[in-house]
């Protein structure tokens, strides 16, 4: 890395490129968590961005958190870095957005490593940005599989999606685009726990029947579950 410099720029000057993001997704409770802050009168840290093309490394959260706040024609404090090249551009992003603000989750991670090797980034400098011995990053690769080359779910660079722990008993399939774009909603958790959770709010009447959208997902679900059975049977 040459140098970097703080500067303010409007934040319409600013890029946000998915192909350069660590995480699969922005986490909206979490800008709205820095929207707060910011209406308390709190100042959050400089975001990051590459000084040539100005896509932000570093801040993704709370360059939203401005534009939500202050409105797309406020200015910013910006720490424009110049690298090398962009291998290390997105080694930075990730050793950055793995050191603070919101957790890198089991998806993010995989998903760095495939951006990273796909730039020609070895283990143990990965290992070194995620913050974890270089003997585990082969693992993270493990929940993955392949889909068609037009899906966004696709890890830039690669032909492959990181699979979610509900999931992850697709791994080494091919997804269809589909597919592909419904993993997207799919939670980081067991659908195995979901389904006894809801199970167990529906027999203690904990569930809220007189929410119309509930009770129509609800509906849907057991016509799903109608064919799944005789299936099954």
């Known amino acids: 890395m040459s140098r970097s410099e703080l500067t303010r720029v409007p934040l319409s000057a600013l890029v946000e490129d998915m192909d350069l993001y660590p995480r699969h997704a922005v986490d909206g409770q979490h ?39 202050f409105g797309p024609a406020c200015e910013v404090d910006v720490e424009m870095v110049e690298y090398a090249d962009e291998a290390e551009l997105l080694l930075d992003a990730v050793g950055r957005n793995s050191a603070h603000g919101r957790r890198l989750d089991a998806v993010d991670r995989r998903r760095s490593v495939l951006m990273l090797r796909a730039v020609g980034i070895n283990d143990t400098k990965i290992g070194q940005a995620l913050r974890m011995p270089a003997e585990r990053v082969e693992r993270l690769t493990i929940s993955v ?56 709010a529906l027999e203690n009447d904990l569930a809220d029947l007189t929410n119309e959208e509930f009770v129509a997902e609800l509906r849907a679900l057991s016509e799903v579950l109608a064919e799944y059975v005789s299936a099954v049977a």
């Open 31 to 69: 800008v709205a968590s820095l929207v707060n802050a910011l209406a308390a009168g709190e100042e959050l840290p400089p975001i990051v961005a590459d000084a040539k093309s100005k896509r932000i490394t570093d801040g993704w959260h709370r360059a939203r958190a401005h534009r939500r706040h």
């Open 145 to 200: 599989a392949t889909t068609a080359k037009s899906s966004d779910q696709l890890v830039p660079g690669t032909q492959v999606i990181a699979l979610k722990r509900s999931t992850a008993h697709l791994a080494g399939q091919r997804l269809t685009k589909q597919q592909a774009d419904v993993h997207r909603t799919m939670p980081g958790t067991s659908l195995t726990l979901i389904a006894r959770q809801l199970r167990l």
